[in-house]
């Protein structure tokens, strides 16, 4: 099937084209408005959507060189997200389908950015194991098939992705600081210790390591003012390797737990160096397939989405017009 789908839970608008399982197009509409205010502001995010949206799934279809009539079902994110960037990508969806009297698919996020993986070669088999590491979540995804993942580990607190955003915010990054933060740590030595909570089993806690940078910055700052902008790449470094080393940890247990030696990563994290430099290493020291996806498929993209509507379309499964979007889905 030719699929149109349209990814708009957070703040980057973007729809993509895909025929049986391959990615014609996957266009990505960022919103600069955020980076003023340090972090996403939803009211602007859903006005933005609204204002992107038609011209990003036209340069998807004309990219993919795929008319709108020969579209055979369209898929939208239906959550989790912000509600109201969620209700502009399900309003357009129900309305394409709608006018164009074609069937209508709904998307998990979380499930779509598992089955990144897909776009592209090589797929991984089932079962695998996926760490998710993005703004919002930090999971542990047993893959059973495409359709049936099992969290086996989950964040009691912070996202991984906000532990970058969160420490990087205190040294004055830029939003989103993950990206920054990764590139200064490449200058850097990781020379600090930052404290971090273990919640035990298979589970992750962040909220810690962002409050032991905030009292080592200000013990060192009132020592010396000029701390933080002489040793910014260590700092920037000791960050990464604390979150990074907890991640690889968590994973590796995971992956000895399930028995499982296919390991993919996905989320807007797993575009982090360290964390990709890591996870080839330590599969090549285990006998691990690992699987990460380009950096256009691990942030939020319309892609994954079409990918993930592959298969339940070819599985029939299809929503009808009175589904609403679901921010905690
Ligand atoms: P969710 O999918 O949970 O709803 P999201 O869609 O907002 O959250 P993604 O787009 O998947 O999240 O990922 C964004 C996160 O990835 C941000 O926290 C960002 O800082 C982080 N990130 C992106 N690139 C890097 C990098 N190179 N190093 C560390 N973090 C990064
Ligand atoms: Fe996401």
């Known amino acids: 099937p030719t699929i149109l789908a349209i990814e708009s839970s957070c703040d980057d608008t973007s729809a993509a084209v895909v025929r049986d ?3 014609l197009s996957n266009v990505t509409a960022a919103q600069a408005v955020h980076v003023e205010y340090g972090g996403v502001v939803p009211e602007f995010a859903s006005r ?7 011209p990003t799934v036209d340069v998807a279809l004309r990219r993919a060189a795929v008319a709108a009539r020969e579209v055979d079902a369209v898929a939208f994110t239906r959550g989790p997200g912000l509600i109201g960037s969620l209700m502009v990508g399900v309003s357009f969806a129900k309305a394409f389908a709608l006018a164009r009297n074609i069937p209508l698919i709904e998307v998990d996020h979380m499930q779509a950015h598992v089955l990144a993986h897909f776009a592209e070669d090589p ?3 089932f079962p695998y194991l996926c760490l998710t590491v993005s703004g919002g979540h930090t999971q542990l995804v047993v893959v059973h098939a495409p ?4 969290i086996i580990g989950r964040t009691i607190d912070d996202a991984a992705g906000e532990a970058f955003d969160k420490s990087g915010k205190l040294l004055g990054l830029p939003y989103p600081a993950g990206p920054e933060l990764d590139r200064l740590a490449r200058l850097g030595t990781p020379v600090l210790r930052f404290a971090q909570p273990d919640p035990g089993d298979l589970n992750f806690s962040f909220s810690g390591l962002k409050t032991s940078v905030l009292y080592t910055l200000q013990k060192e700052n009132k020592r010396d003012p000029a701390y933080v902008s002489q040793h910014l790449n260590d700092i920037c470094a000791s960050i990464q390797d604390a979150i990074v080393t907890t991640l690889m940890q968590k994973l590796i247990a995971a992956a000895e737990q399930t028995g499982l030696s296919r390991i993919a990563l996905a989320g807007g994290v797993s575009a982090n160096s360290e964390l990709r430099r890591r996870l080839v290493s330590e599969g090549q020291a285990r006998g691990w397939n690992t699987y990460v996806p380009r950096i256009e498929y691990c942030t ?3 892609a994954m989405i079409g990918i993930t509507a592959t298969f339940k379309y070819d599985l029939g499964v299809f929503t009808d017009q009175s589904v609403a979007p679901s921010a905690r889905l």
């Open 147 to 150: 359709l049936e993942q099992e």
């Open 123 to 125: 797929k991984p088999e």
């Open 300 to 302: 939020d993209n319309a």
């Open 21 to 23: 399982g391959v990615v």
């Open 48 to 54: 933005a959507h609204q204002r992107n949206i038609v």
